[in-house]
Protein backbone atom coordinates (compact mmCIF):
# COMPACT_ATOMS: atom_id res chain seq x y z
CA UNK A 1 0.00 0.00 0.00
CA UNK A 2 1.17 3.64 -0.86
CA UNK A 3 2.36 5.16 2.11
CA UNK A 4 0.24 7.83 1.64
CA UNK A 5 -2.66 5.22 2.80
CA UNK A 6 -2.65 4.41 6.25
CA UNK A 7 -4.80 3.26 9.37
CA UNK A 8 -5.33 5.45 12.15
CA UNK A 9 -7.70 4.08 15.09
CA UNK A 10 -8.98 1.53 12.37
CA UNK A 11 -9.75 3.61 9.94
CA UNK A 12 -8.13 3.77 6.56
CA UNK A 13 -6.93 7.04 5.73
CA UNK A 14 -5.82 8.48 2.55
CA UNK A 15 -3.53 11.23 3.54
CA UNK A 16 -5.61 13.28 5.66
CA UNK A 17 -9.24 12.01 4.47
CA UNK A 18 -10.95 9.49 5.85
CA UNK A 19 -11.94 7.47 3.49
CA UNK A 20 -15.48 6.03 4.93
CA UNK A 21 -16.31 9.93 4.71
CA UNK A 22 -15.85 10.11 1.18
CA UNK A 23 -17.41 6.96 0.92
CA UNK A 24 -20.59 8.21 2.91
CA UNK A 25 -20.82 11.41 0.95
CA UNK A 26 -20.11 10.46 -2.67
CA UNK A 27 -21.65 7.01 -2.16
CA UNK A 28 -20.17 3.83 -3.78
CA UNK A 29 -18.48 2.76 -5.71
CA UNK A 30 -16.12 5.49 -5.68
CA UNK A 31 -12.22 6.20 -7.18
CA UNK A 32 -9.95 8.08 -4.84
CA UNK A 33 -6.51 9.27 -6.02
CA UNK A 34 -3.81 11.04 -3.76
CA UNK A 35 -2.28 13.79 -5.58
CA UNK A 36 0.75 12.98 -3.18
CA UNK A 37 1.39 10.24 -4.13
CA UNK A 38 1.20 10.84 -8.23
CA UNK A 39 3.42 13.51 -8.00
CA UNK A 40 6.20 11.80 -5.64
CA UNK A 41 6.78 9.14 -8.35
CA UNK A 42 6.64 11.73 -11.21
CA UNK A 43 9.51 12.88 -9.09
CA UNK A 44 11.53 10.12 -8.94
CA UNK A 45 11.11 9.57 -12.69
CA UNK A 46 12.60 13.29 -13.33
CA UNK A 47 14.69 13.44 -10.55
CA UNK A 48 16.72 9.96 -11.41
CA UNK A 49 16.79 11.59 -15.26
CA UNK A 50 19.59 14.21 -13.99
CA UNK A 51 21.17 15.94 -16.30
CA UNK A 52 20.44 13.64 -18.97
CA UNK A 53 18.12 15.15 -21.56
CA UNK A 54 14.85 13.54 -21.29
CA UNK A 55 11.12 13.82 -21.35
CA UNK A 56 8.21 11.82 -19.09
CA UNK A 57 4.87 11.07 -21.65
CA UNK A 58 2.99 9.74 -18.97
CA UNK A 59 0.85 7.03 -20.86
CA UNK A 60 -2.94 8.57 -20.67
CA UNK A 61 -4.67 5.41 -21.53
CA UNK A 62 -3.73 4.21 -17.77
CA UNK A 63 -5.92 7.10 -16.33
CA UNK A 64 -7.14 9.77 -18.68
CA UNK A 65 -8.96 11.85 -16.27
CA UNK A 66 -8.57 15.74 -17.15
CA UNK A 67 -7.60 16.54 -13.30
CA UNK A 68 -4.58 14.32 -13.63
CA UNK A 69 -3.47 15.06 -16.90
CA UNK A 70 -3.59 18.68 -15.95
CA UNK A 71 -1.45 18.35 -12.68
CA UNK A 72 0.62 15.94 -14.69
CA UNK A 73 1.44 18.79 -17.39
CA UNK A 74 1.75 21.64 -14.42
CA UNK A 75 4.51 19.00 -13.45
CA UNK A 76 6.57 18.93 -16.44
CA UNK A 77 5.16 16.06 -17.93
CA UNK A 78 4.54 15.33 -21.61
CA UNK A 79 2.03 12.68 -22.78
CA UNK A 80 1.92 9.54 -24.52
CA UNK A 81 -1.33 8.75 -26.29
CA UNK A 82 -2.94 6.08 -28.98
CA UNK A 83 -5.67 8.14 -30.36
CA UNK A 84 -7.00 11.28 -30.85
CA UNK A 85 -9.83 11.01 -28.06
CA UNK A 86 -6.57 10.85 -25.93
CA UNK A 87 -5.27 13.85 -27.80
CA UNK A 88 -8.23 16.07 -27.09
CA UNK A 89 -8.23 14.92 -23.13
CA UNK A 90 -4.29 16.06 -23.31
CA UNK A 91 -5.45 19.61 -25.17
CA UNK A 92 -8.62 20.35 -22.89
CA UNK A 93 -6.59 19.28 -19.84
CA UNK A 94 -3.78 22.19 -21.16
CA UNK A 95 -1.27 19.82 -21.96
CA UNK A 96 1.32 20.99 -24.80
CA UNK A 97 0.61 18.89 -28.21
CA UNK A 98 4.56 19.68 -28.30
CA UNK A 99 4.72 17.44 -25.52
CA UNK A 100 2.92 14.34 -27.17
CA UNK A 101 4.16 11.16 -28.75
CA UNK A 102 1.53 9.30 -30.56
CA UNK A 103 2.15 5.73 -29.97
CA UNK A 104 -0.15 2.71 -31.52
CA UNK A 105 -0.50 0.38 -34.00
CA UNK A 106 -4.18 1.78 -36.07
CA UNK A 107 -3.75 5.10 -35.81
CA UNK A 108 -6.66 6.03 -38.41
CA UNK A 109 -6.06 9.14 -41.24
CA UNK A 110 -8.29 11.36 -39.44
CA UNK A 111 -5.88 11.03 -35.96
CA UNK A 112 -3.26 11.49 -38.12
CA UNK A 113 -3.90 14.42 -39.37
CA UNK A 114 -5.63 16.27 -36.23
CA UNK A 115 -2.36 15.03 -34.77
CA UNK A 116 -0.23 17.09 -37.20
CA UNK A 117 -2.64 20.01 -37.24
CA UNK A 118 -2.20 20.33 -33.90
CA UNK A 119 1.59 20.10 -34.13
CA UNK A 120 2.61 17.02 -31.91
CA UNK A 121 6.56 16.35 -31.11
CA UNK A 122 6.46 12.95 -32.54
CA UNK A 123 4.72 9.74 -34.00
CA UNK A 124 5.87 6.44 -32.86
CA UNK A 125 5.23 4.33 -36.16
CA UNK A 126 4.31 0.60 -36.32
CA UNK A 127 4.23 -0.31 -40.33
CA UNK A 128 6.11 0.94 -43.68
CA UNK A 129 1.96 1.61 -44.63
CA UNK A 130 1.56 4.25 -41.26
CA UNK A 131 4.77 5.86 -42.38
CA UNK A 132 3.55 6.48 -46.10
CA UNK A 133 0.22 7.84 -44.74
CA UNK A 134 1.77 10.49 -42.39
CA UNK A 135 4.09 11.02 -45.24
CA UNK A 136 1.11 11.77 -47.49
CA UNK A 137 -0.96 14.19 -44.69
CA UNK A 138 2.09 16.05 -43.92
CA UNK A 139 3.25 16.95 -47.85
CA UNK A 140 -0.74 17.99 -48.11
CA UNK A 141 -0.25 20.26 -45.06
CA UNK A 142 3.25 21.53 -46.17
CA UNK A 143 4.85 20.02 -43.10
CA UNK A 144 7.73 17.21 -41.91
CA UNK A 145 6.10 14.83 -39.02
CA UNK A 146 9.16 13.79 -36.12
CA UNK A 147 9.47 9.72 -36.69
CA UNK A 148 10.79 7.03 -34.84
CA UNK A 149 9.72 3.95 -35.69
CA UNK A 150 8.43 1.33 -32.83
CA UNK A 151 11.07 -1.63 -33.30
CA UNK A 152 10.61 -4.71 -31.85
CA UNK A 153 13.75 -6.04 -30.31
CA UNK A 154 12.30 -9.74 -29.53
CA UNK A 155 13.23 -9.77 -26.01
CA UNK A 156 10.33 -11.48 -23.90
CA UNK A 157 8.80 -9.02 -21.02
CA UNK A 158 7.78 -12.00 -19.19
CA UNK A 159 4.59 -10.33 -17.93
CA UNK A 160 0.42 -11.51 -18.59
CA UNK A 161 1.13 -12.55 -22.34
CA UNK A 162 -2.30 -9.88 -23.42
CA UNK A 163 0.03 -7.08 -21.86
CA UNK A 164 3.59 -8.36 -23.05
CA UNK A 165 4.35 -6.83 -26.82
CA UNK A 166 8.09 -7.46 -27.52
CA UNK A 167 8.06 -10.58 -29.13
CA UNK A 168 8.56 -11.44 -33.24
CA UNK A 169 4.66 -13.04 -32.94
CA UNK A 170 2.62 -9.86 -31.68
CA UNK A 171 1.00 -7.31 -33.63
CA UNK A 172 3.57 -4.54 -32.59
CA UNK A 173 6.01 -2.84 -33.92
CA UNK A 174 9.01 -4.06 -36.46
CA UNK A 175 11.04 -6.53 -36.31
CA UNK A 176 14.68 -5.14 -35.28
CA UNK A 177 15.74 -7.55 -38.13
CA UNK A 178 14.46 -5.73 -41.01
CA UNK A 179 14.36 -2.29 -39.24
CA UNK A 180 16.96 -0.62 -40.74
CA UNK A 181 15.73 -1.50 -44.46
CA UNK A 182 12.43 0.07 -43.71
CA UNK A 183 14.37 3.56 -42.98
CA UNK A 184 16.32 3.05 -45.72
CA UNK A 185 12.82 2.72 -47.94
CA UNK A 186 11.53 5.99 -45.52
CA UNK A 187 14.58 8.20 -47.21
CA UNK A 188 12.01 8.49 -49.89
CA UNK A 189 9.12 9.78 -47.40
CA UNK A 190 10.11 14.22 -47.75
CA UNK A 191 7.87 15.15 -45.55
CA UNK A 192 9.18 12.80 -42.03
CA UNK A 193 12.17 13.02 -40.33
CA UNK A 194 13.61 9.52 -38.87
CA UNK A 195 15.08 10.57 -35.91
CA UNK A 196 13.90 8.65 -33.26
CA UNK A 197 14.38 5.15 -32.72
CA UNK A 198 11.36 3.37 -29.87
CA UNK A 199 9.79 0.49 -28.73
CA UNK A 200 7.51 -1.15 -25.99
CA UNK A 201 7.67 -4.54 -24.69
CA UNK A 202 4.75 -4.67 -22.96
CA UNK A 203 3.44 -3.68 -19.21
CA UNK A 204 3.66 -4.53 -15.41
CA UNK A 205 6.97 -6.03 -16.04
CA UNK A 206 8.60 -6.65 -12.39
CA UNK A 207 12.21 -7.51 -13.68
CA UNK A 208 13.75 -4.81 -15.70
CA UNK A 209 16.20 -7.36 -16.98
CA UNK A 210 14.48 -7.05 -20.54
CA UNK A 211 14.05 -3.97 -20.57
CA UNK A 212 17.49 -2.43 -20.28
CA UNK A 213 18.13 -5.31 -22.60
CA UNK A 214 15.75 -4.12 -25.35
CA UNK A 215 16.90 -0.76 -24.15
CA UNK A 216 20.83 -1.92 -25.00
CA UNK A 217 19.59 -2.99 -28.70
CA UNK A 218 17.81 0.17 -29.68
CA UNK A 219 20.83 2.31 -28.22
CA UNK A 220 23.32 0.12 -30.64
CA UNK A 221 20.49 0.21 -33.41
CA UNK A 222 20.25 4.50 -32.84
CA UNK A 223 24.28 3.93 -33.38
CA UNK A 224 23.80 2.05 -36.91
CA UNK A 225 21.26 4.21 -38.34
CA UNK A 226 23.57 6.99 -37.65
CA UNK A 227 26.46 5.43 -39.43
CA UNK A 228 23.87 5.36 -42.32
CA UNK A 229 23.31 9.18 -42.30
CA UNK A 230 20.03 9.07 -40.15
CA UNK A 231 19.76 12.10 -38.09
CA UNK A 232 18.93 9.96 -35.08
CA UNK A 233 17.83 12.38 -31.74
CA UNK A 234 15.81 10.66 -29.09
CA UNK A 235 15.07 7.26 -27.91
CA UNK A 236 11.96 6.04 -26.48
CA UNK A 237 11.76 3.07 -24.48
CA UNK A 238 8.33 2.92 -23.85
CA UNK A 239 6.04 1.81 -20.55
CA UNK A 240 7.63 1.77 -17.16
CA UNK A 241 8.18 -0.22 -14.47
CA UNK A 242 5.67 -2.37 -13.15
CA UNK A 243 4.08 -1.74 -9.54
CA UNK A 244 3.57 -4.52 -6.44
CA UNK A 245 -0.34 -5.77 -6.73
CA UNK A 246 0.07 -8.73 -3.85
CA UNK A 247 1.47 -9.25 -0.74
CA UNK A 248 5.13 -9.34 -0.40
CA UNK A 249 5.34 -8.52 -4.16
CA UNK A 250 8.52 -6.33 -4.87
CA UNK A 251 8.93 -3.88 -7.82
CA UNK A 252 11.90 -2.31 -9.41
CA UNK A 253 12.29 1.15 -8.18
CA UNK A 254 12.06 3.82 -10.58
CA UNK A 255 15.54 5.19 -9.46
CA UNK A 256 17.03 2.68 -9.93
CA UNK A 257 15.62 1.66 -13.48
CA UNK A 258 16.25 4.93 -14.78
CA UNK A 259 19.72 5.21 -13.43
CA UNK A 260 20.60 2.25 -15.32
CA UNK A 261 18.84 3.78 -18.55
CA UNK A 262 20.73 6.71 -18.40
CA UNK A 263 24.04 4.47 -18.17
CA UNK A 264 22.87 2.55 -21.24
CA UNK A 265 22.18 5.81 -22.96
CA UNK A 266 24.97 7.84 -21.49
CA UNK A 267 27.33 9.46 -24.61
CA UNK A 268 24.51 9.18 -26.86
CA UNK A 269 23.82 12.18 -27.08
CA UNK A 270 20.36 10.80 -27.45
CA UNK A 271 17.07 12.58 -25.67
CA UNK A 272 15.24 9.41 -24.04
CA UNK A 273 11.95 9.37 -23.59
CA UNK A 274 10.21 7.29 -21.35
CA UNK A 275 5.61 6.28 -21.20
CA UNK A 276 5.20 5.36 -17.75
CA UNK A 277 1.92 5.17 -17.11
CA UNK A 278 0.85 2.30 -14.36
CA UNK A 279 3.86 2.92 -12.11
CA UNK A 280 3.04 6.70 -12.26
CA UNK A 281 -0.94 6.09 -10.83
CA UNK A 282 -1.63 2.61 -10.16
CA UNK A 283 -0.34 2.74 -6.26
CA UNK A 284 -1.92 6.33 -5.95
CA UNK A 285 -5.68 4.78 -6.08
CA UNK A 286 -8.32 2.76 -5.02
CA UNK A 287 -11.91 1.85 -5.31
CA UNK A 288 -14.46 2.17 -2.60
CA UNK A 289 -17.36 -0.21 -2.41
CA UNK A 290 -19.90 -1.35 -0.56
CA UNK A 291 -21.23 -4.66 0.83
CA UNK A 292 -24.41 -5.56 -0.08
CA UNK A 293 -24.22 -9.03 0.78
CA UNK A 294 -23.03 -11.79 2.28
CA UNK A 295 -23.89 -15.39 0.73
CA UNK A 296 -23.20 -19.44 0.93
CA UNK A 297 -23.37 -21.46 -2.26
CA UNK A 298 -22.20 -24.85 -0.76
CA UNK A 299 -18.91 -24.34 0.68
CA UNK A 300 -17.98 -20.88 -0.83
CA UNK A 301 -18.52 -17.99 0.63
CA UNK A 302 -19.24 -14.67 -1.57
CA UNK A 303 -19.28 -11.12 -0.56
CA UNK A 304 -21.16 -9.58 -2.88
CA UNK A 305 -20.56 -5.57 -3.18
CA UNK A 306 -21.78 -2.76 -5.57
CA UNK A 307 -18.51 -2.19 -7.74
CA UNK A 308 -17.89 -4.96 -10.11
CA UNK A 309 -16.12 -5.45 -13.25
CA UNK A 310 -18.10 -2.39 -15.04
CA UNK A 311 -15.87 -0.43 -12.38
CA UNK A 312 -12.81 -2.63 -12.82
CA UNK A 313 -12.34 -5.21 -15.14
CA UNK A 314 -8.72 -6.15 -14.46
CA UNK A 315 -9.30 -9.50 -12.15
CA UNK A 316 -12.04 -10.47 -14.94
CA UNK A 317 -9.89 -9.86 -17.65
CA UNK A 318 -6.23 -10.81 -16.80
CA UNK A 319 -6.81 -12.66 -13.19
CA UNK A 320 -5.19 -9.89 -11.84
CA UNK A 321 -4.75 -9.66 -7.62
CA UNK A 322 -5.52 -6.57 -5.93
CA UNK A 323 -5.80 -5.69 -2.07
CA UNK A 324 -9.16 -5.43 -0.60
CA UNK A 325 -9.13 -4.04 2.86
CA UNK A 326 -11.91 -2.76 5.50
CA UNK A 327 -12.56 1.53 5.75
CA UNK A 328 -12.73 0.61 9.26
CA UNK A 329 -11.07 -2.85 10.92
CA UNK A 330 -14.38 -3.94 13.06
CA UNK A 331 -12.31 -7.24 14.90
CA UNK A 332 -14.66 -9.83 13.95
CA UNK A 333 -12.09 -12.22 12.65
CA UNK A 334 -11.35 -13.49 8.80
CA UNK A 335 -13.24 -14.72 6.61
CA UNK A 336 -12.22 -16.82 3.31
CA UNK A 337 -14.20 -15.46 0.33
CA UNK A 338 -15.17 -14.61 -3.17
CA UNK A 339 -16.15 -10.68 -3.82
CA UNK A 340 -18.26 -10.34 -6.15
CA UNK A 341 -20.21 -7.71 -7.85
CA UNK A 342 -23.47 -7.32 -9.23
CA UNK A 343 -22.82 -8.14 -12.82
CA UNK A 344 -24.40 -11.09 -14.56
CA UNK A 345 -20.94 -13.03 -15.53
CA UNK A 346 -19.45 -16.04 -13.41
CA UNK A 347 -15.99 -13.95 -14.59
CA UNK A 348 -17.53 -10.60 -12.34
CA UNK A 349 -15.42 -11.07 -9.45
CA UNK A 350 -12.70 -8.69 -7.50
CA UNK A 351 -11.13 -11.29 -5.44
CA UNK A 352 -11.38 -15.37 -5.29
CA UNK A 353 -10.88 -17.28 -2.60
CA UNK A 354 -9.62 -14.11 -0.50
CA UNK A 355 -8.85 -14.16 3.15
CA UNK A 356 -10.40 -10.63 4.11
CA UNK A 357 -11.81 -9.32 7.43
CA UNK A 358 -15.16 -10.79 8.49
CA UNK A 359 -17.63 -8.13 7.18
CA UNK A 360 -21.04 -7.27 7.45
CA UNK A 361 -23.86 -5.87 4.75
CA UNK A 362 -23.02 -2.08 4.69
CA UNK A 363 -19.28 -2.43 5.02
CA UNK A 364 -17.49 -0.41 3.66
CA UNK A 365 -13.81 -1.82 1.59
CA UNK A 366 -11.17 -0.91 -0.58
CA UNK A 367 -10.04 -2.33 -3.42
CA UNK A 368 -6.24 -1.46 -3.40
CA UNK A 369 -3.44 -0.08 -6.54
CA UNK A 370 -6.52 0.80 -8.73
CA UNK A 371 -5.79 3.92 -10.28
CA UNK A 372 -4.05 2.72 -13.34
CA UNK A 373 -6.28 0.74 -15.61
CA UNK A 374 -9.02 1.08 -13.32
CA UNK A 375 -11.39 3.55 -14.59
CA UNK A 376 -9.96 3.59 -18.15
CA UNK A 377 -11.68 0.58 -18.61
CA UNK A 378 -14.50 1.06 -17.29
CA UNK A 379 -17.87 0.24 -19.04
CA UNK A 380 -21.63 0.90 -19.18
CA UNK A 381 -22.52 -3.03 -18.93
CA UNK A 382 -25.49 -3.81 -17.93
CA UNK A 383 -26.25 -0.45 -17.76
CA UNK A 384 -24.57 0.74 -14.76
CA UNK A 385 -23.14 3.91 -14.35
CA UNK A 386 -19.43 4.90 -14.50
CA UNK A 387 -18.41 5.75 -10.96
CA UNK A 388 -17.05 9.09 -9.26
CA UNK A 389 -13.48 10.29 -9.33
CA UNK A 390 -12.04 11.94 -6.28
CA UNK A 391 -8.57 13.67 -5.93
CA UNK A 392 -7.43 13.61 -2.26
CA UNK A 393 -4.91 16.52 -1.42
CA UNK A 394 -3.71 16.89 1.75
CA UNK A 395 -7.16 17.46 4.20
CA UNK A 396 -9.03 18.50 1.22
CA UNK A 397 -10.69 16.24 -1.63
CA UNK A 398 -12.42 17.40 -4.70
CA UNK A 399 -15.16 15.17 -7.23
CA UNK A 400 -13.03 15.43 -10.34
CA UNK A 401 -15.65 13.39 -12.47
CA UNK A 402 -19.25 12.84 -11.37
CA UNK A 403 -20.91 9.74 -11.01
CA UNK A 404 -22.77 8.99 -14.63
CA UNK A 405 -26.89 9.41 -14.51
CA UNK A 406 -28.96 7.22 -16.03
CA UNK A 407 -29.58 10.11 -18.60
CA UNK A 408 -26.36 10.12 -19.36
CA UNK A 409 -26.11 6.26 -20.00
CA UNK A 410 -28.58 7.19 -22.76
CA UNK A 411 -27.13 10.33 -24.22
CA UNK A 412 -26.88 9.80 -28.00
CA UNK A 413 -29.26 6.63 -28.38
C1 LIG B 1 0.47 0.93 -22.46
C2 LIG B 1 1.63 1.66 -23.02
C3 LIG B 1 2.46 2.42 -22.18
C4 LIG B 1 2.28 2.50 -20.69
O1 LIG B 1 2.71 1.32 -20.06
P1 LIG B 1 2.77 1.27 -18.45
O2 LIG B 1 3.14 -0.14 -18.17
O3 LIG B 1 1.43 1.62 -17.96
O4 LIG B 1 3.80 2.22 -17.99
C5 LIG B 1 3.48 3.14 -22.77
N1 LIG B 1 3.68 3.11 -24.11
C6 LIG B 1 2.91 2.37 -24.95
C7 LIG B 1 3.18 2.40 -26.40
C8 LIG B 1 1.86 1.62 -24.43
O5 LIG B 1 1.11 0.89 -25.25
Not at 130 to 154: F, H, K, M, Q, Y
Amino acid sequence: MDSAYRYEQDTLYCEQVALADVASREGTPCYVYSKSAILRRLRAYQEAFGSTPHAICYAVKANGNLSLLRLLAEEGAGFDIVSGGELFRVLKAGGKASSVVFSGVGKTADEIAYALDQGIYGFNCESEGELALIDTLAERRGVTARVAVRVNPDVDAATHPYISTGLREHKFGIDIAEVEAVYERARALKHLSMEGVSCHIGSQILDPAPMLEAAGRLVALAQRLREKGFDIRHLDLGGGVGVPYRPGESSPSITEFVTALCALAEGSGLRVLLEPGRSLVAEAGMLLTRVLYRKRNGKKEFVIVDASMTDLIRPALYGAYHGILPLRRAHRGVIRADVVGPVCETGDFLARGREIDNVLPGDLLAVCTAGAYGFAQASNYNARPRPVEVLIDGDNYSVIRTRESYDDLVRGE
